[in-house]
């Protein structure tokens, strides 16, 4: 058996397949990612004084990042449906943008990581902003989306490398 890397979600084929973590162990597991809008000026003031025509903008999309990674084993094919204890999502202004940074968080007791449930949190978070801010700014940009740090597994910890928190 070769030491290289390989894709784990594709047999000895080649044919995408789902990984079995039956007999891996159960440990904590935390991933945390991050992504960013930028937008103009008079957007994020918008947004932020609360005034939009939609209504809370970071409120409705820190509910829709939740609710997304719960959902993320329906949105991509070879994800394992999970029992997340804890997703939390977090926006704030990021001025030098301009525009809105996303956090989020999930953590489990499991066989298999939460990489990609931080992630779809994020990406559905600032897809949520973008829906709700369109009408006043369509040239917004969504950037930057990324795994920040995970723990927990048989891989161990991982944090991304010169993480400065810009995009």
Same mark, same amino acid.
């Given at each position: 058996m070769s030491d290289e890397p390989r894709l784990t979600h594709l047999d000895e084929r080649g044919r995408a397949t789902m990984v079995d &973590?039956?007999? *891996?162990?159960?440990?904590? /597991? &935390?991933a945390i990612a991050e992504g960013f809008v930028k937008m103009a000026p008079e957007t994020l003031a918008l947004i932020q004084s609360g005034s939009?025509? *939609?209504?809370? &903008? %970071?409120?409705?999309?820190? %509910?829709?990042? %939740?609710?997304?990674? !719960? /959902?993320?084993?329906?949105l991509i094919p070879l994800c394992h449906p999970l029992m997340l204890t804890k997703v939390s999502v977090t926006i704030e202004a990021a001025d030098t943008l301009p525009g809105l940074r996303v956090e989020a968080m999930a953590r489990l007791? +499991? /066989?298999t990581g939460v990489e990609m449930e931080a992630l779809t949190a994020v990406s559905v978070a600032c897809l949520t902003i973008y829906d709700m801010a369109k009408a006043v700014d369509k040239a917004m940009e969504i950037t930057? %989306? /990324? $795994? $920040?740090? !995970?723990? +927990?597994? *048989?891989? +161990?910890?991982?944090?991304f490398p010169g993480n400065d928190g810009a995009p």
């Open positions: &973590v039956g007999g *891996k162990a159960e440990t904590e /597991r &935390v939009a025509a *939609k209504g809370d &903008v %970071i409120a409705t999309a820190r %509910i829709a990042g %939740i609710m997304a990674a !719960k /959902r993320t084993a329906d007791t +499991g /066989r930057g %989306i /990324r $795994l $920040l740090s !995970k723990t +927990g597994g *048989k891989s +161990g910890d991982w944090t």
